[in-house]
């Protein structure tokens, strides 16, 4: 996509590779990453996670826009459902296998459950529903489906590659010094913006006073072409 566009690769390498790899921690499976992924990160209104900063990619503040406490969201997610739709949840439960799509009797859908509780499983149960949404990865999906699936299923959900990566550990400050930039610098800042402007005061106040401006959780290394290394 950014040779279609004729981006450079010193721009993907530098500005867009490091960004994924920072965002999903893909590592050097980064330039395979689709950028419609990005594109939600930044652009989707009920997905993202920062504002797009049209010279920067990211500002040097950025806007947080995830969930602080995603158990809070969930559970007050779930109250709401619950109390307006004809919903449940079913916690506590693991499926073994969807046993039918296409049944004639009770529900097209039929799956087998065990319930898990405190180390303790019950007796295989069935559940019958009319539609079935599957939110697992490829392969347990192929797992669930077995017989069920279909020719199509199995060819698109079967070319999914899993990689394991490399974690190296490395605590020396030599070697953090020579390979990162880790103390902060107003030089690495993005341009202000309009809004920037207004407040100029409380921006210059917030860069040098915050934690990411005196200490870095995650640190790219993006002198190496075609690979990634992330360190935190």
Not at 19 to 34: E, V
Not at 64 to 88: G, T
Not at 131 to 149: M, P, R
Request: proline share 5%; with cysteine; aromatic share 12%.
């Amino acid at each position: 996509m950014l040779r279609m566009f004729n981006f450079s690769s010193g721009f993907g390498e530098r500005m867009v590779y490091p960004l994924i790899a920072l965002f999903f921690g893909t590592g050097n499976q980064t330039p395979y990453i689709s950028l419609a992924i990005l594109e939600r990160v930044f652009l989707d209104p009920s997905m993202k996670l920062f504002e797009f900063d049209d010279k920067s990619l990211l500002a040097s503040i950025p806007t947080m826009l995830a969930f602080p406490k995603l158990h809070d969201v969930y559970q007050a997610w779930k109250e709401d459902i619950e109390s307006h739709e004809n919903v449940q949840f079913k916690l506590h439960r693991q499926v073994l296998r969807v046993l039918s799509r296409d049944a004639k009797v009770d529900g097209p859908v039929q799956v087998e459950f065990q319930t898990s509780l405190n180390c303790t499983k019950s007796n295989t149960q069935l559940a019958t529903f009319d539609e079935l949404i599957l939110a697992v990865d490829a392969d347990s999906a192929l797992n669930l489906l077995g017989k069920a699936a279909t020719w199509k299923e199995r060819i698109v959900l079967g070319i999914v590659k899993y990689l394991y990566d490399v974690t190296i550990t490395h605590n020396p400050l030599t070697y953090m010094n020579k390979y990162y930039e880790t103390r902060y610098s107003p030089g690495f800042n993005a341009p202000l913006t309009a809004a920037d402007n207004l407040n100029k005061g409380r921006t210059w106040r917030r860069l040098s006073n915050s934690p990411p401006a005196t200490s870095r959780l995650f640190i790219i290394r993006c002198n190496m072409p075609k690979t990634i290394q992330r360190s935190k």
